[in-house]
């Protein structure tokens, strides 16, 4: 069995064909796209998120929306920046959204990836000192962030408060336990997976790799998740670790699927180049159904991960967005055994 969820990129565009023209378009088929992929038995609901982008960029009150419109199914994120984030704040929104969500918020977060505007961190009010990158600063804001988590008291309460208060420090509120074991980091590379699991947070690996060894990526892939597994058995941690990977995945059912992605399911990697350094693309997978389950079975990144988000064309619209979850939940994923 495997979790199966899907990843929306949030992008609204007024381009020809685009069914989400409008920052408010995105937002509410973001929420409607969740309630139905719901009812269609998938089991989670993840938004990316951008800053100066027309895509998802606040995504607390549409996480707190989502959990108060559905009742099982995972909510969270793939991946939140943490060069932008005030972590105490982030703390108080996660939380509230945990709560509203009575505790199904899997929330991915990472160092983040390249902007639309130049160090656009700094416009936030979050520059790295002179000793530091904007990779570390994300790191930092990080730990803070998972310690604020784990509830305990820090804070020296006012001797004349305005409202009474419990005894000792005080701690952000409101406060959900648990979610500090739901926290998620997007991980670009196999040694950052190591420091993943060093800090005690889930793996989120998505179709790009920071790095190349001239593997194949579901290889690379699989052998980043290997390590992160091999790291966390050494820190006594008393849970266990969950691993999401990201696909396109497209069953070729009807004639739309076709028009849309027949002939497009690029049966090769990608090797690039990102902040200055080599990486790797992951392919995308678009054809009939029982092919599609033969190209996916030799997928080892998959096969190593309990959960496998989609990630769909969002400016397609709710109906067909929720016609390929289905056709991968109903024809791809029985004959894999993640069903």
Do not use: C
């Given at each position: 069995?495997?979790?199966?969820?899907?990843?929306?990129?949030?992008?609204?565009?007024?381009?020809?064909?685009?069914?989400?023209?409008?920052?408010?378009?995105?937002?509410?088929?973001?929420?409607?796209?969740?309630?139905?992929?719901?009812?269609?038995?998938?089991?989670?609901?993840?938004?990316?998120?951008?800053?100066?982008?027309?895509?998802?960029?606040?995504?607390?009150?549409?996480?707190?929306?989502?959990?108060?419109?559905?009742?099982?199914?995972?909510?969270?994120?793939?991946?939140?920046?943490?060069?932008?984030?005030?972590?105490?704040?982030?703390?108080?929104?996660?939380?509230?959204?945990?709560?509203?969500?009575?505790?199904?918020?899997?929330?991915?977060?990472?160092?983040?990836?390249?902007?639309?505007?130049?160090d656009g961190y700094k416009y936030f009010g979050y520059v790295p000192d002179d000793t530091e990158s904007d990779a570390d600063m994300a790191r930092k804001h990080t730990d803070v962030f998972l310690?604020?988590?784990?509830?305990?008291?820090?804070?020296?309460?006012?001797?004349?408060?305005?409202?009474?208060?419990?005894?000792?420090?005080?701690?952000?509120?409101?406060?959900?336990?648990?979610?500090?074991?739901?926290?998620?980091?997007?991980?670009?590379?196999?040694?950052?997976?190591?420091?993943?699991?060093?800090?005690?947070?889930?793996?989120?690996?998505?179709?790009?790799?920071?790095?190349?060894?001239?593997?194949?990526?579901?290889?690379?892939?699989?052998?980043?998740?290997?390590?992160?597994?091999?790291?966390?058995?050494?820190?006594?941690?008393?849970?266990?670790?969950?691993?999401?990977?990201?696909?396109?995945?497209?069953?070729?059912?009807?004639?739309?699927?076709?028009?849309?992605?027949?002939?497009?399911?690029?049966?090769?990697?990608?090797?690039?180049?990102?902040?200055?350094?080599?990486?790797?693309?992951?392919?995308?997978?678009?054809?009939?159904?029982?092919?599609?389950?033969?190209?996916?079975?030799?997928?080892?990144?998959?096969?190593?991960?309990?959960?496998l988000l989609l990630t769909v064309p969002n400016q397609l619209g709710v109906d067909y967005n929720a016609h390929v979850i289905d056709g991968i939940l109903q024809h791809v994923a029985p004959g894999?055994?993640?069903?």
């Amino acid at each position: 069995m495997k979790k199966i969820g899907f990843l929306s990129f949030g992008h609204w565009s007024d381009a020809p064909g685009s069914q989400a023209r409008t920052a408010a378009d995105v937002l509410h088929q973001s929420i409607d796209l969740a309630v139905a992929a719901e009812e269609l038995g998938a089991d989670g609901a993840y938004l990316r998120v951008h800053h100066f982008a027309r895509q998802l960029g606040s995504p607390f009150p549409l996480l707190a929306a989502i959990g108060a419109k559905t009742n099982s199914i995972e909510i969270g994120t793939g991946v939140i920046d943490m060069r932008y984030e005030n972590p105490l704040y982030m703390a108080e929104d996660a939380g509230a959204a945990d709560l509203i969500s009575d505790g199904r918020l899997q929330l991915g977060i990472s160092r983040g990836s390249p902007e639309q505007v130049i160090d656009g961190y700094k416009y936030f009010g979050y520059v790295p000192d002179d000793t530091e990158s904007d990779a570390d600063m994300a790191r930092k804001h990080t730990d803070v962030f998972l310690k604020v988590l784990e509830g305990e008291g820090f804070a020296q309460p006012n001797p004349q408060p305005m409202f009474p208060n419990p005894p000792g420090l005080l701690r952000v509120e409101p406060h959900s336990d648990g979610l500090r074991e739901r926290i998620w980091w997007g991980a670009g590379s196999r040694a950052t997976a190591e420091w993943t699991a060093r800090q005690g947070m889930n793996l989120m690996s998505s179709t790009l790799l920071t790095e190349d060894t001239g593997v194949p990526f579901h290889r690379l892939q699989a052998e980043q998740i290997q390590r992160f597994r091999d790291e966390w058995a050494k820190h006594g941690f008393d849970h266990e670790p969950r691993v999401s990977v990201s696909r396109s995945i497209f069953p070729l059912l009807d004639d739309m699927d076709r028009a849309y992605f027949g002939g497009r399911g690029d049966d090769r990697d990608q090797v690039g180049h990102i902040d200055g350094g080599s990486a790797r693309f992951g392919r995308s997978y678009a054809d009939e159904p029982d092919r599609l389950i033969e190209q996916l079975r030799d997928d080892e990144a998959i096969a190593a991960a309990d959960t496998l988000l989609l990630t769909v064309p969002n400016q397609l619209g709710v109906d067909y967005n929720a016609h390929v979850i289905d056709g991968i939940l109903q024809h791809v994923a029985p004959g894999l055994g993640w069903r």
